[in-house]
């Protein structure tokens, strides 16, 4: 038998039309080729068999006993692949299929609930896995070993094989609670002189604002490292710390007093990212369509106004 690699199908479609109708020209008429195009169909198909397959007894063409036996298995063979090949679109509704998300928790909560709320109309079927956030480099390695499927984060110029859109921007607060002693004339001496609470999924005490600081001659003093912002809000509102953190990691800013920054704190760019293998997959391609829709057209991650210091 020849290496498949090396095989035609074309050539099983012929051979199946040969097989059935034992006869050239009536294959040719039937696959809408010529016969000169059929007969070196079937010598190349003699050549793979290493059998004659038709052969002409009194006068007409007749299947060998290799040929016979191979009627059934190449139709078997050629409907599982026209179903592979044909196979009907399944419509979203109908398709089960779990979705694994990789994010932080704040903003993830609202994120993953406005999102299934879209998917109950859409996909009702489709299941979100919300994985644990160890930072953006751990998702990019999920995206790339596939134990996730879509990541937000900030990411740099990522390689040919992940795809990042921009879907929003962030921009740092200071929060703590309503009734702060810090949250009267508010301003840079009153910031640096309480404790801060920092998020950090790898226990880090120093980050990026250390740099800034660093830089104006200022330090700040880290009260306590947490590894999810989800703990940042309830700490805040039972303590006397403050908390530098994107607006929209916040759950509940209304309850809280928020400023901007006394000095100038870049924000940065929130991305949607996955590998290209995913591109070819119509459950995560609309999940990654319903993202865009959400960050971009409504706008769920819209922060409310704060007060300025």
């Known amino acids: 038998m020849a290496n498949l690699r090396s095989l035609d199908l074309n050539l099983l479609v012929v051979l199946h039309a040969l097989l059935d109708e034992q006869h050239v020209t009536r294959a040719a008429r ?15 198909c003699r050549h793979i068999f290493n059998d004659p397959l038709l052969e ?18 190449l139709s078997q063979a050629l409907a599982a692949i026209s179903a592979v090949v044909e196979a009907p679109e ?13 994010m932080a928790d704040q903003p993830g909560l609202t994120v993953i609930t406005s999102l299934l709320s879209r998917l109950n109309s859409s996909a009702p079927l489709v299941n979100l896995a919300l994985l644990p956030w ?38 740092y607060v200071v929060a703590m609670r309503a009734e702060h002693p810090a949250s009267q004339a508010f301003n840079m001496e009153k910031w640096l002189a309480w404790p801060h609470v920092v998020v950090s999924g790898k226990g880090s005490v120093r980050g990026s604002l250390e740099e800034i600081l660093a ?15 989800t703990i940042v809000e309830p700490l805040i509102k039972a303590s006397d710390m403050i908390a530098t953190a994107p607006m929209n990691c916040l759950s509940a800013p209304e309850s ?21 293998r995913r591109d070819s997959d119509p ?24 007060k300025h210091a």
């Open 56 to 73: 002409r007894v009194a006068g007409e063409m007749r299947l060998t006993a290799k040929a016979r036996s191979l009627r059934e298995p």
């Open 30 to 44: 039937r696959l809408a080729l010529s016969q000169p195009a059929t007969s070196n169909a079937l010598e190349r």
């Open 134 to 171: 160890h930072g953006s480099q751990d998702a990019l390695h999920r995206l790339e070993s596939g134990e996730a499927d879509i990541a937000i984060s900030t990411f740099s110029a990522l390689p040919p094989k992940f795809h990042r859109i921009t879907i929003g921007q962030q921009d």
């Open 90 to 102: 399944i419509k979203l509704s109908q398709i089960r299929q779990t979705v694994r998300l990789v």
């Open 283 to 306: 459950v995560v391609q609309h999940v990654i369509k319903t993202l865009q829709s959400l960050f971009r057209a409504e706008g769920i991650l819209q922060a409310p106004g704060y």
């Open 215 to 229: 830089q104006q001659g200022q330090t700040r003093h880290v009260g306590a490292v947490v590894p999810s912002f």
């Open 256 to 276: 809280l007093a928020i400023f901007a920054p006394p000095i100038k704190i870049p924000g940065f760019s929130l991305h949607l990212a996955w590998h290209t």
